[in-house]
């Protein structure tokens, strides 16, 4: 069963904003572990990945440490793994719902922007913002350039988008399943947990507990 503790029905208002994150949420995938995978270093950025994602981790640092064992792969890797990113089920039923409506959606993501910019133009999307790594003579450094999509970054982007489409943040929907969605989904006016670790179900307002995005639909009265 889903337990609804907060709801929101969009349809009482002109606008509205659904921002999800990407990992394991918009994409079946974790864009660290597949970019891992070509590094040989997957096992380990595996294991820091479930326990930053669980809240166990600073957010930021643990994926510094993830990045730095990316160091050294051609930036051709991002063609290679681009092809192994599976979208979830219904994202593209809730992102032309939600677009046809006259709502916005974007998407904010602690992966990176190599792997999202092709994907969030190919859907449409209004919005999307994710770290970018480094890449010197086409070859990634391991590092991580600017400040890095955290927690609370994901919060001020949702609340920036809100500002920039003048929709109130009773008007927002967020959707993650990590513990790094927790303070976007606590700004929105409505935060979904999507297939979520225990952390994250027991914060929102909804957990969603099949893998199918447009069930978040009627969760927003469309
Ligand atoms: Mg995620």
């Known amino acids: 069963m889903t337990e609804v503790r907060n709801s929101l029905d969009v349809t009482d208002s002109k606008r509205f904003l659904v921002v999800l994150d990407v990992d394991s949420t918009l994409i079946e ?3 660290i ?5 070509e590094a040989g ?16 981790l600073d957010f930021a640092e643990s994926l510094r ?10 930036e051709s890797v991002f063609d290679t793994v681009r092809s192994h990113i599976t979208l979830t089920q219904g994202a593209q039923k809730l ?7 006259g709502g916005s959606v974007g998407v904010v993501s602690g992966g990176f922007h190599e792997l999202l910019d092709p ?19 086409g070859i990634l450094t391991g590092k991580v350039l600017g400040d890095i ?9 949702l609340i920036e988008w809100a500002e920039a489409t003048a929709t109130p943040l009773s008007q927002t929907v967020a959707i993650g399943d990590g513990a790094n969605d927790l303070k976007m989904m606590a700004v929105a006016g409505l935060g979904i947990a999507f297939c979520a670790k225990p952390v994250v179900q027991d914060k ?5 507990k099949e893998r199918d995005l447009s069930k978040a639909l009627e969760l927003i009265g469309l």
């Open 29 to 31: 995938n974790e864009a």
């Open 33 to 37: 572990e597949l970019l891992a995978a």
């Open 41 to 56: 270093s997957l096992d380990l950025v595996a294991a820091v990945t479930e326990r930053a994602m669980r809240g166990e």
């Open 65 to 74: 440490e993830r990045v730095s064992t990316l160091a050294g792969l051609p």
């Open 95 to 101: 992102i032309a719902t939600v677009k046809a409506q």
């Open 119 to 137: 994907l969030a133009e190919s859907l449409g999307l209004d919005f999307w913002k994710a770290n970018r790594l480094e890449i010197k003579d």
């Open 149 to 157: 999509v955290d927690a609370q970054a994901k919060a001020d982007t």
């Open 204 to 208: 929102a307002d909804v957990a969603l």
